[in-house]
């Protein structure tokens, strides 16, 4: 699976990716070296967490390595009016008469509960390159959608703020 991201989340996964092989890792294999010299490995729990703790920084290195090399790099910039990857949209559910604030981001900055709505989701794919005003179905899937009615857009810029999803 190639994911799209931008070429901001694309340098964030680098910058990542040499801090986890300059800097971590070498810490990681320090603290490996000194937890075997705590004696019988057999019952060491402190060489166990550290072995399990330079694994997964391993592990995070190469899916890092993954993404970086399969991403599809995708643009940032929408047309004037319509919604496009971090603006931040206000959104009127008819059916609740509730609003909903969201930011539209890659899948990779999602975050629900803050309000980081992927792109990929039903609500990102639904309000993606619409206008001011639009109605539009958001189906989530193949027995339930609900009508949203987008209130406002206001233009966002990817300050980097919204982390990439770590494990």
Do not use: W
């Not at 705590?38 to 330079?54: C, H, I, P, V, W």
């Not at 059916?95 to 899948?107: A, F, G, L, N, S």
């Amino acid at each position: 699976m190639r994911n799209e991201l931008t070429q901001k989340d694309i340098d964030l996964m680098k910058q990542e990716l040499e801090y986890r092989r300059s800097v971590l890792r070498p810490q990681l294999i320090d603290a490996v070296k000194t937890a075997r010299g705590f004696g019988d490995l057999s019952e060491n729990f402190e060489y166990k967490a550290a072995k399990k703790e330079k694994n997964r920084n391993d592990s995070r290195c190469r899916y890092l390595e993954n993404m970086i090399r399969t991403a599809i790099i995708i643009s940032d910039q929408s047309r004037d009016g319509t919604v496009g990857l971090y603006d931040h949209v206000t959104l009127y559910l008819p059916d609740d008469e509730e609003t909903m604030e969201c930011q539209i981001v890659t899948t990779m900055r999602q975050d629900a509960l803050k309000g980081l709505i992927s792109k990929e989701s039903p609500v990102g794919k639904a309000v993606l390159g619409r206008k001011k005003g639009d109605r539009v179905t958001v189906q989530v899937n193949d027995q339930y959608s609900y009508d949203v009615i987008i209130q406002d857009i206001v233009p966002g810029q990817d300050d980097g703020q919204a982390p990439l999803v770590a494990f």
